[in-house]
């Protein structure tokens, strides 16, 4: 009986070890710092845009707010919605994914941000997404506007 309980407390313990480097002091992982470039005259990024990351995607820019869907690659319990804004070559971007209960698909919201560039006419962003109030502990994300609208 008393060797049972010394070998509970050993694996406890060793358990309790293990997870202290997931919990603690060390706070939300250090976001990235983007310093926005000058704006692109004559940015258009309105129109469909094509993410491994997103999908499918349609954007309308109104001057500097930018709103638009996504259409998930998993299919369409997995789509979503942006809105943000254009801070010179940055595009900021809140993104909300409203689930559906009945797949178990949970509602989950993030942000994101991406450096526009213009290159012989085809628009690109390239940049990082996360969850919640993060803009980079989801992973990296790009996206290419379509020329053919």
Not at 10 to 37: D, E, I, N, S
Not at 80 to 100: A, C, H, Q, T
């Amino acid at each position: 009986m008393r060797r049972t309980a010394l070998i509970r407390f050993a694996l406890a313990g060793l358990l309790l070890a293990g997870l202290a480097p997931l919990g603690g002091c060390g706070g939300q992982p250090a976001m990235t710092q983007v310093t926005p470039g000058p704006h692109i005259p004559g940015l258009k990024l309105s129109g469909k845009w094509y993410s491994t990351e997103f999908g499918d995607m349609r954007l309308i820019q109104d001057d500097k707010r930018v709103t638009g869907t996504y259409e998930d690659p998993r299919g369409p319990d997995h789509n979503g919605r942006f809105d943000g804004r254009v801070e010179g070559d940055v595009l900021w971007m809140d993104w909300i994914k409203p689930g559906n209960p009945v797949a178990a698909v949970f509602p989950m919201r993030g942000k994101t941000w991406a450096r526009i560039t213009v290159v012989d006419g085809i628009t690109r962003v390239e940049g990082e997404w996360g969850y919640d109030d993060n803009h980079s502990n989801g992973g990296k994300w790009s996206a290419e506007k379509s020329q053919f609208q």
